[in-house]
T-cell receptor
Framework: DAKTTQPNSMESNEEEPVHLPCNHS???????IHWYRQLPSQGPEYVIH???SNVNNRMASLAIAEDRKSSTLILHRATLRDAAVYYC????????????FGQGTELSVKP | DAGITQSPRHKVTETGTPVTLRCHQT?????MYWYRQDPGHGLRLIHY???????DKGEVSDGYSVSRSKTEDFLLTLESATSSQTSVYFC??????????FGSGTRLTVV
């Protein structure tokens, strides 16, 4: 499984945009880039995923580099409820689609 | 999430007893997964299924077995529970090229 590298922690201010980076230099052509977050005492929550093109949904945007070796999760306006651990994970569906979690980025949001 | 439920939500059991955790989905998704989460280790994949009666091992499968006789149910069995299996267990479901949905978790304590 291709690995991802994320900063251990990040801080942001409430109501400001947040850019969470992820490096995945060994990504293969069939790897999808997934983002999940886990709030304290809850199960992981799907945020967004994509293959090659940038993606937007109601929660966030995913910006994928042209060479696909890095990506950025963008929270457009951070709220206190966005404080969580964010995981960037690569998965290939034709291998059972396993999600292998790393340590993620712990995001704190200051009022 | 309404499409996936785990039971029981909490369980306390004695060392050496068998324990079965159940994951039930109403989404008709092909893939189902069992994870455990422990402090300092993050989420680790135990077993997964890519169809009825098709299962495979994950990162930490020793001491666990699984069964999937119907699309909607994925059972995780601890044949003889040990204290090292005290953990929070999460089930997840996915469909090809889709996001993953996680259950609310089962907190298992082995005394």
């Amino acid at each position: 499984d291709a690995k991802t590298t994320q900063p251990n922690s990040m801080e942001s201010n409430e109501e400001e945009p947040v850019h969470l980076p992820c490096n995945h230099s060994t990504i293969s052509g069939t790897d999808y880039i997934h983002w999940y977050r886990q709030l304290p005492s809850q199960g992981p929550e799907y945020v967004i995923h994509g293959l090659t093109s940038n993606v937007n949904n109601r929660m966030a945007s995913l910006a994928i580099a042209e060479d696909r070796k890095s990506s950025t999760l963008i929270l457009h306006r951070a709220t206190l409820r966005d404080a969580a651990v964010y995981y960037c994970i690569l998965t290939t569906y034709n291998q059972g689609g396993k999600l292998i979690f790393g340590q993620g980025t712990e995001l704190s949001v200051k009022p | 999430d309404a499409g996936i439920t785990q039971s029981p939500r909490h369980k306390v059991t004695e060392t050496g007893t068998p324990v079965t955790l159940r994951c039930h989905q109403t989404e008709n998704h092909r893939y189902m997964y069992w994870y455990r989460q422990d402090p300092g280790h993050g989420l680790r994949l135990i077993h997964y299924s890519y169809g009825v009666k098709d299962t495979d091992k994950g990162e930490v499968s020793d001491g666990y077995s699984v069964s999937r006789s119907k699309t909607e149910d994925f059972l995780l069995t601890l044949e003889s529970a040990t204290s090292s299996q005290t953990s929070v267990y999460f089930c997840a479901i996915s469909e090809t090229e889709g996001g993953y949905t996680f259950g609310s978790g089962t907190r298992l304590t082995v005394v």
